[in-house]
């Protein structure tokens, strides 16, 4: 991949290199000129400068002070960013070292070549490379212009010419040379952002893989401290804090289950396959764990899985099983069981039947339609298959609910349905649901009126935002479930009301767990009855 905003011109440095070599280059020439206005003044230095014109050394040097003060302060108009400007200065330094030399005797004075460090300046500084070779041969011709002029009216002897060649044909080579590095350091330098910005492209792009896998992953310190976890593993473990205030926290405050089998892990490298709940009431975890190697603080990456969609499917092949084998059974029933309904019904229109054998057919017909109950509720669960998920706004879909509820009874009740949070969303399979909620309102409605003479059952639907579950309850005014009877509630064939199969609320369980729902009982502060369904909340 590249990126070519991050790339530099050709023949120059990056830009904040840049900048900062050009801050070094006015510190260097206010230190310059210090330095020639000391030596003038100097008894002892000033004889070496300005000997040949004192009072042109003098102002040529003030002059350069002044230039460089002038430029420092105002450093932030970043006059490295323009050639214009930069030949502009350069040429001022030629000007001003090339006078100072003239003052001083030319080249016997040495200061000629301290216009060397000018021309790699140059060469590093301004971009266009044509420009730069122009300003090594302004001062190769301003050092021979200064020397054909010394030797024109001083005593000055042609052989002054011959390092004042040598002398411009170095500044040549160190420009050519400085230019060859400052093109190679760009590139070099042009590379390493371009590759800089590769790696933290690829760093957010592994950071949002991670943040948005389905699979919790934590990193675990040798003091059992969570140092980080992705949004999967904050809603596994512990899905009412935020993610951002999760880091550094113990692992005993997610789950002592997962902190246990850390440390058994630390000391004998034991996979514990078996899940865990991380909280008392939430959702079924396998963990396993890797060592990192090459750390000296033995972090251990964590990888959470939910559990519930492995059961859901290893439940669903067993009722599929089951199912068959059951419907198998329900239907050699059938047959005989309807061979003794309709013969009872029969014996029972004869006319000649005495009263005692009357009870008897009645006893014999009530039995057979409760067998036939249990028969049905059998083939029904046989019938199951896996879930066709569908998301559900639930305002919509209840108001539905509530209006087929009602056509389909002669006499459906109150059935009344709260909203808390309208804007409830579940991904679920509508007619599992229905089923569900068939069963639980009909017991609520059959309860309340054996409890109170009026059949009633209340519906309320509400949002647990820090959970991320959508919840329903179903309550009825019922006399309520024996605190006994609460453990074998779902159980099939349990019940405790006369007739009854005892079916409808594991087939409740069943469906729900295939959703990857939860059922509960909960018995309110009222004395009221509550079925609560929870299902993951759709944002």
């Known amino acids: 991949m590249s990126n070519p905003a991050i790339l530099v011109p050709p023949g120059t440095v990056g830009t904040e290199q840049n900048q900062l070599l050009f801050r070094i280059y006015l510190i260097y020439r206010t230190v310059l000129s210090v330095v020639f206005l000391v030596l003038i003044t100097l008894p002892a230095t000033r004889q070496l400068v300005g000997a040949h014109n004192p009072a042109l050394y003098t102002a040529v040097s003030s ?55 000018t021309v790699a300046s140059s060469a590093v500084l301004i971009s266009n490379r044509t420009v730069a070779t122009l300003v090594a041969a302004l001062t ?64 957010r792009l592994n950071e949002q893989i991670v943040q948005n896998m389905q699979t919790g992953i934590l990193l675990v310190d040798s003091l059992n ?46 996979q514990i396959g078996s899940p865990f709940a991380a909280q008392g009431d939430g959702a079924e975890i396998v963990a396993r764990f890797h060592s990192l190697e090459g750390g000296e603080e033995h972090q251990i990456l ?68 409760r067998v036939n109950d249990i028969v049905e509720s059998v083939m029904q669960i046989s019938r199951r298959e896996p879930p066709k998920l569908e998301m559900l706004k639930l305002v919509d879909w209840l108001e539905w609910y509530d209006e087929r509820y009602r056509s389909a009874r002669d006499n459906p009740g ?59 309850d179903v309550y009825d005014d019922g006399q309520g479930v024996a605190e006994a009877d609460v453990p074998r ?10 007739g009854g199969s005892g079916l409808g609320l594991y087939l409740c369980r069943e469906l729900c767990e295939l959703n990857q729902a939860r059922i509960a009982y909960l018995p309110t502060s009222d004395g009221r009855s509550r079925f609560q369904i929870t299902i993951e909340h759709q944002e």
């Open 63 to 117: 002059i350069f002070l002044f230039s460089n003060v002038a430029l420092l302060g105002v450093v932030a108009a970043r006059w490295q960013s323009s050639n214009a400007r930069l030949v502009l200065l350069f040429c001022v330094d030629i000007v001003c070292i090339t006078l100072l030399s003239d003052a001083s005797g030319g080249m016997s004075s040495g200061l000629p070549l301290l216009l060397a460090i």
């Open 140 to 203: 190769v011709l301003a050092v021979l212009g200064d020397t054909l002029r010394l030797m024109s009216t001083t005593n000055t002897g042609i052989k002054a010419l011959f390092p004042a060649g040598l002398l411009g044909l170095l500044f040549f080579i160190v420009s050519g040379i400085v230019q060859l590095v400052a093109l190679r350091l760009g590139r070099v330098e042009a590379l390493a952002r371009e590759r800089a910005s590769d790696i933290y492209r690829l760093q």
């Open 225 to 270: 401290r969570a140092r980080v976890l992705n949004a999967a593993a904050g809603r596994l473990l512990d899905p009412s804090r935020p993610i951002a205030l999760e880091q550094g926290r113990a692992l005993t405050d997610y789950s002592g289950a997962l902190s246990e089998r850390i440390e058994k892990f630390r000391r004998s490298g034991e």
């Open 302 to 369: 964590v990888f959470l899985e939910d559990y519930r969609p492995v059961a859901a499917y290893a439940q669903s092949l067993k009722l599929s099983s089951l199912g068959r084998l059951a419907a198998s059974i329900a239907h050699e029933i059938r047959n005989p069981l309807g061979a003794i309904s309709h013969a009872s019904q029969l014996l029972d229109e004869s006319p000649g039947l005495a009263d005692d054998d009357r009870r008897m057919v009645d006893m014999v017909l009530t039995n057979s339609q």
């Open 414 to 472: 109150s059935l009344n349905i709260e909203y808390v949070d309208p804007s409830a969303r579940v991904l679920i399979d509508p007619e599992h649901l229905e089923r569900v909620l068939d069963n639980l309102v009909n017991n609520a409605m059959r309860h309340s009126e054996l409890a109170t003479k009026n059949c009633s059952a209340e519906l309320r639907v509400r949002v647990d935002r820090s959970k991320r579950e959508c919840v329903i």
């Open 489 to 498: 509630l779902f159980e099939p064939f349990f019940t405790r009301s006369p």
